[in-house]
T-cell receptor, first 108, second 113 residues
């Protein structure tokens, strides 16, 4: 039931773009995106509640394809501060599952 | 105030010890969660209290015992833990209405010797 993310890891230079994908074998009713820096707690980025929804703030955005049971996170013009592990998450109440995670490193 | 606090930040305990982790939020949230996170792995949900009602993850061993004294406080009582229980324990809270944002505390890093 855990969503699978790809890629597992990515290294970017400052200013480059990246896409992180999240796929589920079960129906997705909502998708959360979190970023966790080393040694810190996960921090909420955004939530998509319905198929076809797209959201974004600053230079990070996400889309949700309910039919394909997938969500993608887009990071444009990456900054050093974007480094961390990105998790998607799905579920409600007592059945919330984080995805497998994507480690993103931005280098100067 | 979107802060979830956890104490202690670090904890070292022996396998025969009894200890408790504490979590507090003052956002008026009605759902609180305990997660366990091993290194380089995603957080795994252990327990959820929603409107003071407990939902249990059946795979969590009984040596972990949650308690929710009121809607702002959440405890995790630890007894007879094993070295493999060493991990980061994260507390989170949300409004309690379903598919909503979870706000995480900084975590307690637990080492069982």
């Amino acid at each position: 039931q855990q969503p699978v993310q790809s890629p597992q890891a990515v290294i970017l230079r400052e200013g480059e773009d990246a896409v992180i994908n999240c796929s589920s074998s079960k129906a997705l009713y909502s998708v959360h995106w979190y970023r966790q820096k080393h040694g810190e707690a996960p921090v909420f980025l955004m939530i998509l509640l319905k198929g076809g929804e797209q959201k974004g703030h600053d230079k990070i955005s996400a889309s949700f394809n309910e039919k394909k049971q997938q969500s993608s996170l887009y990071l444009t013009a990456s900054q050093l501060s974007y480094s961390g592990t990105y998790f998607c998450g799905t579920g409600t109440g007592n059945q919330f599952y984080f995805g497998t995670g994507t480690s993103l490193t931005v280098i100067p | 105030d979107t802060e979830v606090t956890q104490t202690p930040k670090h904890l070292v305990m022996g396998m025969t010890n009894k200890k408790s982790l504490k979590c507090e939020q003052h956002m008026g949230h009605r759902a609180m969660y305990w997660y366990k996170q091993k290194a380089k792995k995603p957080p795994e949900l252990m327990f959820v209290y929603s409107y003071e009602k407990l939902s249990i993850n059946e795979s969590v061993p009984s040596r972990f015992s949650p308690e929710c004294p009121n809607s702002s406080l959440l405890n995790l009582h630890l007894h007879a833990l094993q070295p493999e229980d060493s991990a980061l324990y994260l507390c989170a809270s949300s409004q309690g209405r379903g598919q909503e944002t979870q706000y995480f505390g900084p975590g307690t890093r637990l080492l069982v010797l």
